[in-house]
């Protein structure tokens, strides 16, 4: 039996997804039993419970009772950098120094700039990475501070951001009549508030932003406190819109909201860029805005006002194949461990 220890010190949803996933893969082999390590001090109940195959889930403690508990593993797997600075000490220890055939590094996020996490700074300074076989970084990420963590050449690979399509999955709910939006990275919750009562569109936002004084007077809640809400209220939407200003750099932005709602099947109006043409073809599985401004925001509300019930159907069901071939948890985690593990 080929032991694996997930290191998973990164407290967050995405995390715990990432966590499940790779458990439903792990779980398909008979010859692999999966330890999961933690820090999570609120455990994300709605996901649903986390349950190693074959293994046990342990709670990041001193390093040296680590060192007597965890033994020697045939792979460990660092996922993203500690979120709290009390685990660097175990995190780089885990890295460098813990017994284990082979390592690997997988990004679940971006890499921390300089000076934003301990564990990712004392990486860079010991570039503790240098002893993993191979790590994944999200595309378009900085090249040069995972170079500088040890991780580099052929043995840095990329990987897209990814939805967990088990839990995003389309839900037997009547969609409401609102426009939904998450996030914050570049959003104009402004120019979208406008667009959808231009369209007859009610709105619902989650973000941990100040979006400050809204047309229309749509219902604005903190998305931190409302994640375990968050797959209801996309489900329930008539539309799902990432109004990213026509300025932000990040071709990407909004891709975590866009790919939850085309797994579960709901229609989404985002930003045209490269990157999101790759997974959006205009009404086939979602919509585009070339410019960010009400009318244009309008406009595209419209176009999905206007879908039959057969059409909206086609096109959610088109949303939903293009992320379970393209951007799926489980496929990525099914890969990693048919290949590497």
């Not at 007077?217 to 406190?225: F, N, Q, T």
């Not at 579960?264 to 960010?292: C, H, Q, S, W």
């Not at 959610?316 to 393209?326: H, M, N």
Request: with cysteine; hydrophobic share 45%; aromatic share 10%.
């Amino acid at each position: 039996m080929k032991r694996v220890l997930l290191v998973n010190f990164a407290e967050c949803p995405e995390n715990l997804h990432f966590e499940r996933a790779l458990g439903r893969a792990v779980s398909r082999r008979r010859d692999v039993a999966l330890d999961v390590l933690h820090d999570f001090d609120y455990h994300y109940d709605f996901i649903g419970a986390p349950v190693p195959p074959r293994g046990r889930r342990l709670r990041c403690g001193p390093l040296a009772g680590l060192k007597k508990t965890l033994g020697r593993y045939d792979s460990l797997v660092l996922l993203d950098f500690p979120k709290r600075s009390r685990c660097a000490g175990a995190f780089l220890w885990l890295a460098r120094q813990a017994p284990a055939a082979k390592k690997f590094f997988i990004a679940n996020h971006l890499i921390p700039m300089p000076g934003q996490n301990l564990a990712a700074d004392l990486a860079r300074k010991w570039r503790a990475l240098a002893g993993v076989g191979a790590g994944w970084m999200l595309e378009a990420d900085d090249r040069a501070l995972w170079a500088a963590a040890g991780l580099a050449g052929a043995r840095l690979l990329g990987r897209n951001y990814s939805a967990d399509c088990v839990y995003y999955s389309p839900q037997a709910v009547e969609p409401g009549g609102y426009a939904f939006s998450a996030g914050s990275a570049g959003r104009d919750y402004a120019a979208l508030a406008a667009g959808a009562r231009r369209a007859g569109f009610g709105v619902k936002i989650f973000t941990d932003s100040r979006p400050g004084k809204l047309p229309g007077s749509p219902e604005v809640l903190p998305l931190a406190k409302n994640l375990h809400n968050l797959r209801e209220a996309a489900a329930r939407a008539r539309a799902v819109v990432v109004p990213v200003k026509d300025a932000h750099i990040n071709s990407s932005a909004g891709n975590s909201i866009a790919f939850l709602a085309m797994a579960l099947g709901r229609p989404v109006l985002a930003r045209r860029t490269p990157y999101m043409e790759r997974y959006i073809k205009d009404g086939v599985n979602g919509f585009f805005y070339d410019r960010l401004t009400p009318a244009a925001l309008a406009g595209g509300l419209r176009r999905i006002a206007a879908l039959t019930p057969a059409a909206l159907k086609k096109l959610g069901g088109a949303a939903r194949r293009t992320v379970l071939a393209k951007a799926n948890l489980d496929r990525f985690c099914a890969g990693f461990v048919k290949k590497y593990l």
